[in-house]
């Protein structure tokens, strides 16, 4: 017998492994709470160096999904599924070899019975989840041709946008962008979206990507492409990170020149002591994971909840109000927003009781 250490914390309601009938890949589902609701989270499928990075890691992003939905009172519990290309094993799914696994995995999610509802991650698009359609009705993020949402990526915007304007207010005393300076770092999906709505709102935007063939679309939008060295200690009003997590590290929060930080990427934190940091800096951080729910939030109003698009969009204002609540209870219980967030969402776990 065999054991080994995780480091991450264990408090599950249920992890499943299975290898896939069809196609013997190892597959990984953690449902780590359902109190408030059934779990939803993403499927993603990726590059790992052992089946055991691959489970922590799957542990992590279900218990931070918990968090997400609890924050924002969604209705939903936290779950994530994980298909690791491992050292030795396929390391790309295409054609008949993907469709198979999409089927592994949705037999899997059928057989929890409705605990987990699977949608789009890393490696996994709105087409794969419909295809999944097939062997279960448990997922979210099908493609609107199906009447599903098809992506989140209109949901998570508005919802930053909600959190940048909820710090405005805590900043400047009014919840709106008009004439400050947001430099949006990453524009994908989610940053192109973003940028929409703030030069909407009137706010100046400085944009760019790891992709400098980017710069014609955010050329397009009516914002200012600038060089990725460098964006990050840009001076600005409002820094918004769309990309990459971990961007948030000790070093970089010494040279930042922005007076918020609130952005679509998670985990932007190198580690949690960065949250203490950047309050000593005196910058302001919306929490990632308060901040980007926007797309869960939109994509379970549609198609869990079964609310119209209007009533869905209607349901993201609370991505702000819970903003503003963990800006000002940061502020006066002189503690970091991460902590008073992580408070919310505990308290809104508490309350509900047992699993379901």
Same mark, same amino acid.
């Given at each position: ?177 008009? @004439? ?8 994908? %999906? +989610?940053?192109? !979206? =973003? &940028? /929409?709505?703030? $030069? ?62 609130? @952005? ?8 949690? %002591? +960065?949250?203490? !940091? =950047? &309050? /000593?800096?005196? $910058? ?73």
């Amino acid at each position: 017998m065999s054991s080994f250490a995780l480091e991450t914390t264990l408090d599950h309601e249920e992890v499943a492994v299975r290898q896939g009938r069809r196609t013997s890949l190892p597959i990984i589902i953690a449902i780590h709470s359902t109190r408030l609701g059934p779990a939803v989270g993403g499927m993603r499928v990726a590059r790992y160096a052992s089946p055991v990075e691959a489970l922590v890691d799957c542990l992590r992003l279900s218990r931070g999904m918990t968090y997400k939905a609890a924050a924002v009172r969604n209705g939903t519990g936290g779950g994530k599924s994980v298909v690791p290309l491992l050292p030795g094993g396929p390391q790309h799914l295409d054609g008949s070899l993907r469709e198979a696994l999409l089927l592994d995995v949705a037999e899997l999610v059928h057989d929890l019975g409705g605990a987990y509802f699977v949608a789009p991650d890393v490696g996994t698009s709105s087409a794969d989840i419909q295809l999944m359609r097939r062997r279960t009705p448990y997922v979210g993020g099908y493609t609107s041709m199906e009447d599903g949402l098809g992506t989140t990526t209109f949901g998570t915007a508005a919802g930053v946008e909600h959190a940048m304007n909820a710090a405005a207010e805590h900043l400047w005393g009014v919840p709106q962008l008009q @004439g400050r300076e947001v430099v949006v770092i990453g524009f994908g %999906g +989610v940053g192109h !979206e =973003l &940028t /929409k709505r703030l $030069i909407a709102q009137g706010a100046r935007v400085r944009a760019t990507d790891t992709d400098p063939e980017r710069r014609r679309v955010v050329e397009e939008t009516g914002a200012q492409w600038v060089d990725l060295e460098g964006a990050y200690t840009l001076e600005t009003d409002i820094l918004a990170p769309c990309a990459l997590g971990g961007v948030l590290t000790s070093q970089l929060v010494g040279s930042l020149r922005c007076r918020a930080v609130v @952005g679509s990427a998670n985990n932007q934190l190198a580690h949690d %002591g +960065v949250a203490e !940091e =950047l &309050t /000593k800096a005196g $910058i302001t951080w919306a929490p990632d994971f308060v901040a980007n729910a926007g797309g869960v939030m939109y994509a379970s109003g549609l198609e869990l909840h079964q609310l119209t698009p209007a009533q869905s969009l209607d349901r993201l204002a609370s991505i702000g109000t819970t903003t503003a609540q963990v800006l000002r209870e940061s502020a006066n219980d002189a503690t970091t927003p991460l902590a008073v967030a992580n408070r919310i969402a505990e308290a809104a776990l508490a309350a509900a009781g047992s699993p379901r």
